[in-house]
């Protein structure tokens, strides 16, 4: 069985959130978001 889900994470040397969206092995969505949901 393959990871899914959405997965964020605050980088400091970025100065912002990144979350991504995860299904089937593959990326389906990236946004950034004001803080970690």
């Keep these: ?3 899914a889900g ?3 994470r605050e ?3 970025l ?3 990144v979350q991504i969206g ?3 092995g593959r ?3 990236v946004a950034f978001p004001e803080s970690v949901p």
Aim: charged share 35%.
């Design 6 to 8: 959405i997965y964020a």
């Design 11 to 13: 980088f400091d040397r």
């Design 22 to 24: 995860v299904a089937g």
């Design 27 to 29: 990326v389906i969505d």
């Design 1 to 3: 069985m393959e990871d």
């Design 15 to 17: 100065g912002r959130v």
